[in-house]
C-alpha cells in the first residue's frame, strides 16, 4: 500500500530480542536485495480482559491460539513476527483488578509480547505497583517521555529487535493527558513530556542503529489531526516527526479503519477489511480494545524500501446477534471460532476463580438499564451518572455532588446487580470525600466544572444541584431548587480523584473544608444499591443540567 527510501544506518546492533528469533551473528544492517518479510501483530487497551467476556468473546487463551498459529505460518514461510501493545492493560475488570493485573502480564507473557506501550492507566497504581509489573513482564515497558523529577527517564526509551540482520527498533510513546488522567496521588514527582518533541529528540539516535523505525504509542487516533480537548495524538504525531514507519497505538480505542485519506470507516464490523491511516508516509494502526482483534501488518522491506503487502483486524472470537430458525436471538461467531490454548486456560483458571463468590454476590436490583457507555456518559447526564453522584451525596451528607463521567466505567443492565458489576461500573478505587464550600467558593467551582467540553472524562455528571449551561457558560445554578447564597455554607460531595486535580478539575483537597471519608467509592455505590433496592432508574433521570 505505502513504501518509503529510507537513508540507513550501519550502527551494530546494540541489543536484540529472544522473543522474536534467536539472535543472529552480529551484522551492520541487512543484506543486499534479501527481501525480509516482517509480519507486525498489535493490541491495546487490553483493561483487564485476561479471561473471556460472558458470551465467549476474546480472552488471553485465545489471543495465544490465534498468535501462536500466525507465528507457524509466517515461520514456515521464512518471514518473522514481532508482537506489540499500545499500552493501557490495567483496570477495567474486577478479577483483574484485585490482583494488580498479575493475570494479564503473566498471560502476555505467555502469548509471547515483545514490548508494550506505557498507558495512562498504568498509573492508576502507585508506582510500585507498575515496577512489580514490570518484574512479571518477559517484555519491556517502553516510554520515551516519562522523567522522573530529577529529569531522569522511569522506562526505556526504545527496544531495538534483530530479524537475521534487519534491525527494527520500537520507541514508546505516552500521551502527556496522563498528568491530567492520572491519579495525582501518585504521580505528582512524575513528568510527561510532549511526545512529539521527545521522539525528535530520540529519533536520530534510534536511526542509527535501526533500519525499521516502530512508534509503539498510547496517545490515540484523532481523524485528520482533530483531537479536541485531549493531548495530540498519531496523527500529529506522524505530520511533525518524520522518519517513523509505523505507529501501533492506543487510548482512543478504535479501529483504525480508513477509506480514504482522513476518512475513517464509520461503519466497520468485526470481519470487515481494514486499511491503516497513512500520514507523511508513515501507517498508522490501533486494534480497537480489550483484544476484541488482533492487528496483523504483512510487511515486506528490500533495500531501504518498506512496504505495507497486507493488513487486517482479526476478531478473536467476537460475535454478533442473528435469528435462528425458531425466530429468537442467538449469537453467532462472525469469523471462525478461535479454540483457547488449553495451557493458558488452565494458568489463569485460578485467578478467574479467585473472589468470584464475592463478586457474584447481588447486592441489589434495578427496573431499567443504567447508562454509563463512554459514547453516552461523556455526552450528557445519565441515569447512573446521577445515581453515583446522589450515593456519595448520601453517604457523606452533602448538599450537592459532582461525579466525572471518566470514573463512570460500565452500564448496568436491568435485573440483579452483582458486586463484580459494581467494580466494572468504578473500578478505581478512589475515596468518596467532602468539602464544605462558601456559595461563592461554590459557584466559582460550579462555574469550571459545569463548562467541562462533552466528549472527554471531565464532562461532569451532577446530585442536588441545578445549573443552566447556556453558549458552553454558566448561567444559573441552584442547590436543591435554590438559588445559591453567595455567604451560606454547602456541603460538596466528590471523590478524591478530581478533588486532587485529576481529569483538570480545580485542586481542592488542600481547602480547610475538605475531609476525606475513607469510603471507597465502589463501596459507596453498593450499599447505596442494598439500601434503596429494588432500585427504579426513572428515579434519576433527573434535568439537573439544562444545556442551550
Known amino acids: 500500500m505505502v513504501a518509503k527510501q529510507r537513508k540507513l544506518g550501519l550502527a551494530i546492533l546494540a541489543a536484540c530480542s529472544l522473543t522474536v528469533v534467536a539472535c543472529a551473528p552480529m551484522q551492520t544492517g541487512p543484506q543486499k536485495d534479501k527481501t525480509y518479510h516482517i509480519t507486525l501483530l498489535h493490541t491495546n487497551d487490553h483493561h483487564g480482559r485476561f479471561w473471556p467476556n460472558k458470551y465467549g468473546e476474546y480472552g488471553l487463551a485465545a489471543r495465544k491460539s490465534l498468535v501462536d498459529e500466525i507465528r507457524q505460518e509466517v515461520t514456515a514461510e521464512g518471514g518473522h513476527v514481532l508482537l506489540l501493545s499500545g499500552g493501557d492493560i490495567n483496570t477495567g475488570v474486577p478479577e483483574s483488578d484485585l490482583q494488580d493485573a498479575e493475570p494479564d502480564f503473566k498471560g502476555m507473557n505467555m502469548v509471547g509480547y515483545d514490548a508494550m506501550a506505557i498507558g495512562n492507566h498504568e498509573f492508576d497504581n502507585p508506582i510500585d505497583i507498575l515496577r512489580m509489573q514490570e518484574q512479571w513482564a518477559n517484555f519491556p515497558f517502553l516510554a520515551a517521555n516519562i522523567y522522573d523529577s530529577n529529569g531522569k527517564r522511569l522506562f526505556e526509551p526504545y527496544k531495538i ?4 540482520g534487519l534491525r527494527i527498533g520500537v520507541m514508546g510513546l505516552t500521551t502527556e493527558d496522563t498528568k491530567k488522567l492520572g491519579n495525582p496521588e501518585f504521580i505528582d514527582a512524575v513528568q510527561f513530556t510532549k511526545p512529539s518533541d521527545e521522539a525528535a529528540k530520540v529519533l536520530p539516535e534510534l536511526k542509527k542503529k535501526a533500519d525499521v523505525v516502530i512508534a509503539a504509542t498510547h496517545m490515540g487516533h484523532y481523524v485528520d489531526a482533530n483531537y479536541g480537548i485531549n493531548a495530540p495524538g498519531d496523527v500529529t504525531l506522524a505530520r511533525t516527526v518524520s522518519g517513523i514507519d509505523v505507529i501501533v497505538g492506543g487510548h482512543s480505542q478504535d479501529p483504525v ?41 504483512d510487511l515486506e522491506y528490500r533495500n531501504g524500501e518498506l512496504k505495507l503487502v497486507k493488513y487486517q483486524l482479526i476478531p478473536v472470537n467476537l460475535k454478533k446477534k442473528v435469528k435462528n430458525a425458531q425466530g429468537e436471538d442467538e449469537r453467532v461467531f462472525v469469523t471462525e471460532e478461535i479454540k483457547p490454548d488449553q495451557k493458558v486456560l488452565a494458568f489463569l483458571q485460578p485467578y478467574q476463580d479467585k473472589g468470584q463468590e464475592q463478586l457474584n454476590q447481588v447486592v441489589g436490583d434495578v ?25 456519595q451525596m448520601e453517604k457523606v451528607k452533602a448538599d450537592l455532588a459532582v461525579m466525572n463521567s471518566g470514573g463512570v466505567r460500565d452500564s448496568i443492565d436491568a435485573g440483579p446487580i452483582t458486586y463484580k458489576e459494581v467494580l466494572m461500573v468504578q473500578p478505581f478505587a478512589n475515596m468518596v470525600s467532602s468539602v464544605d464550600l462558601s456559595g461563592k467558593e461554590l459557584l466559582d467551582y460550579l462555574r469550571i466544572v459545569a463548562e467541562k467540553p462533552v466528549d472527554s472524562g471531565a464532562f461532569a455528571q451532577f446530585a442536588g444541584v441545578q445549573l443552566q449551561v447556556v453558549g458552553g457558560k454558566l448561567k444559573s445554578a441552584k442547590v436543591n431548587g435554590k438559588p445559591i447564597n453567595p455567604k451560606q455554607t454547602y456541603r460538596m460531595a466528590i471523590n478524591s480523584y478530581i478533588a486532587s486535580g485529576g481529569d483538570g478539575y480545580p485542586k481542592i483537597d488542600t481547602h480547610p473544608g475538605y475531609v476525606n471519608s475513607g469510603f471507597v467509592d465502589a463501596e459507596v455505590l453498593m450499599s447505596y444499591l442494598k439500601k434503596h433496592s429494588p432500585v427504579k432508574a426513572a428515579d434519576h433521570e433527573k434535568a439537573e443540567v439544562i444545556r442551550k
Open 257 to 297: 479503519c480508513m477509506t480514504g485519506e482522513n476518512q475513517r470507516n464509520e461503519s466497520y464490523k468485526p470481519g470487515d477489511p481494514c486499511m491503516p491511516d497513512v500520514q507523511n508516509g508513515t501507517l498508522i494502526m490501533q486494534a480497537h480494545e480489550w483484544g476484541k482483534y488482533v492487528g496483523r501488518a
Open 367 to 391: 427496573d431499567k438499564r443504567l447508562e454509563g457507555d463512554r459514547k453516552v456518559v461523556r455526552f450528557k447526564p445519565t441515569n447512573l451518572g446521577h445515581l453515583i453522584a446522589a450515593a
Open 161 to 164: 529487535f534483530n530479524v537475521d
